[in-house]
């Protein structure tokens, strides 16, 4: 769900007190500490959205333009994703976004993160969803 509609159910930023960043330059802030974890934690990752925008793209979402998008992700300690907050750095039409929320939930039920972790964790960062070239 968008940052915006997470707040309004009072989800955002209140999850933040029931997950950790996966990596943290305070290794006291961080689940992942061991440059092992870490350096597995971000190919983890890596894949995860990769997968997700090939899906995106395989389910026929397509972007006319690239799409700049910021994203965190919190996770169970079992992989599981518990919550998916995004927001578009520009609008785009609604269609189109109620498509990405439908393909996102779709992706993630049917997708665990694919890393575990001894407690519940949380990562972020930009994307970029290609435009796609026909």
């Not at 518990?82 to 039409?93: A, V």
């Not at 890393?115 to 994307?127: G, K, L």
Request: proline fraction near 4%; hydrophobic fraction near 35%.
């Amino acid at each position: 769900m968008q940052f915006e509609k997470a707040k309004e159910k009072g989800i955002y930023p209140a999850v933040e007190e029931n997950y950790k960043s996966a990596v943290h330059a305070d290794s006291t802030k961080a689940v992942f500490v061991t440059e092992a974890d870490i350096n597995k934690h971000i190919q983890t990752y890596q894949k995860f959205i990769q997968g997700l925008g090939h899906f995106l793209q395989e389910k026929g979402l397509e972007w006319e333009e690239s799409m700049h998008c910021f994203n965190r992700i919190y996770i169970n300690a079992n992989g599981t994703i518990e919550y998916f907050l995004y927001q578009f750095k520009r609008d785009i039409p609604l269609e189109k976004e109620e498509k990405f929320i439908t393909l996102v939930k779709e992706y993630i039920k049917a997708n665990k993160f694919g890393i575990t972790a001894p407690e519940n964790f949380s990562q972020c960062s930009p994307v970029v969803y290609p435009k796609v070239i026909k």
